[in-house]
Structures are given as structure tokens and as C-alpha cells.
């Protein structure tokens, strides 16, 4: 793969300890959440609100949880990256990304280019 920039290595420490702190804080924000929904701890009473209002609430709760868990996993695939040398490079067209790309989403795997292609195909598919 071609790279037509790189990253200062100070840079690059900066982001990678954001990764960190950021999966560390989404880890455990998964663990509590999985352990207040296998305790059961009622996260609202019936007396302050109704079932619908209940259940909404907990559909909520659970994709919370897919989210946090989804992004936990995208900062570890950014930190393998990382160790191999390869962060910041667009993993479709091999080209670097750009510092703001990846001060906006560090842990984005495409440049904005191919995201948007993937994007769009994912609409095109859907739309069948």
C-alpha cells in the first residue's frame, strides 16, 4: 500500500492514548450496564412510568450497549493497526487518511472517499 503522508509520532502517542482511555471508559461502561441488566436492578419504577415508556427505555439500554461494544471493538482494530504500522492508511485505497480524519474518528479503518462507497452500496443493498 501506498502512503502519500505520515503521522509525527507524537501525534500518533496522542491518538493512541485516546484509544486507550476511550476503549477503557466504553469497557466499562459495558460491564456495568451487562451487570445492572443481569441483576435485574429496575433502572425505572412502575410507579414513574408504564410499560411502553419501560420498554423503550431498555430497547434503548441494549443498544447502547451494541454501540459501546461495537466501538470498543473498531478502537481495538485501530490499536492492531497501530502495533503493525499501519494507522492512518485507508485499508481500501491504501492512502493515508489525513490527521483530520482521524482526530475526528480515530479509529476510522477508510478514508472518507471509500467510507462513502461502502456507504452508499450498504443504501443500495438495503433499498432492494
Known amino acids: 500500500m501506498e502512503t502519500t503522508d505520515t503521522l509525527d509520532p507524537t501525534i500518533v ?15 466499562g461502561s459495558v460491564r456495568t450496564r451487562i451487570s445492572e ?11 414513574v412510568a408504564t410499560n411502553a415508556v419501560q420498554s423503550i427505555g431498555e430497547d434503548f439500554e ?17 490499536l492492531e ?8 492508511i485507508c485499508r481500501d485505497c491504501g492512502v493515508f487518511m489525513g490527521l483530520g480524519r482521524l482526530k475526528a474518528l480515530p479509529f476510522a479503518p477508510r478514508c472518507t472517499a471509500c467510507q462513502a462507497e461502502v ?6 443493498r438495503e433499498a432492494r
Open 13 to 27: 502517542e496522542g491518538l493512541k492514548a485516546f484509544l486507550l482511555e476511550r476503549r477503557a471508559r466504553l469497557q
Open 37 to 47: 441488566r443481569r441483576a435485574g436492578e429496575p433502572r425505572w419504577s412502575p410507579e
Open 62 to 78: 441494549v443498544a447502547m450497549l451494541d454501540r459501546e461494544s461495537r466501538e470498543a471493538a473498531q478502537i481495538d482494530a485501530a
Open 81 to 88: 493497526r497501530l502495533a503493525r504500522g499501519e494507522y492512518g
Open 119 to 124: 456507504e452508499a452500496g450498504e443504501l443500495r
